[in-house]
């Protein structure tokens, strides 16, 4: 019944007409007729050429971390066989991804020369200076009533939060008096 109507008669040709005159070279026509590349040829030998491309970029990667694993045991083989065979495996071992891919970085080498005791002091004196360090202290409570004021505010305005203008102006000026004792205070 509709079974004709649904199929297309291959040997049809299309023909599109326009206002403006359209010439083409009968080179270009030739070519395109005897052309039997198509849009599904195009997108495969596209799929296949992006396929072979990842394939040499993973190839590359590979070959890259091998010789970078191959720096690594190596350096680890030499300090393992020097003297002084715990600090210096330590400082290859402690060293960071983003340093294993450069070669012989600045950290590295300082971190070469460390021994365990150093190690140990240096964090001693990070302790020290960590602890000398201010810690925060509570909010006067007319600012953190303005504080909570605004949140109450903005969470019963959801959806319209300019309307809690009056509270935001209300917490600016708890801050800025904040500022001003402290700026005075620190003068």
């Given at each position: ?84 065979s ?45 602890g000398?360090?201010?810690?925060l ?33 209300a ?17």
């Open positions: 019944m509709g079974a004709g109507q649904s199929k297309t008669d291959q040997s049809t040709k299309h023909v599109f007409t326009s206002d403006t005159p359209i010439q083409f070279s009968q080179e270009l026509i030739d070519s395109l007729q005897a052309s039997s590349e198509t849009n599904s040829t195009r997108a495969k030998s596209l799929e296949l050429h992006i396929a072979q491309r990842v394939a040499a970029e993973l190839e590359k990667l590979k070959a890259h971390e091998q010789k970078t694993l191959d720096e690594l045991r190596k350096k680890i083989a030499e300090a393992s066989s020097s003297p002084d715990d600090s210096s495996s330590s400082s290859i071992l402690s060293v960071s991804p983003k340093e294993l891919f450069s070669s012989e970085s600045e950290a590295e080498k300082s971190r070469k020369g460390q021994t365990s005791e150093k190690v140990r002091q240096e964090i001693e004196k990070l302790k020290q200076t960590l000398q360090r201010k810690t202290t509570q909010l006067p409570t007319e600012v953190e009533t303005a504080r909570q004021d605004v949140i109450s505010c903005l969470r019963l305005n959801d959806r319209k939060p300019l309307d809690c203008w009056k509270e935001v102006e917490f600016k000026r708890e801050v800025r008096k904040l500022e001003e004792n402290y700026v005075s205070s620190v003068l």
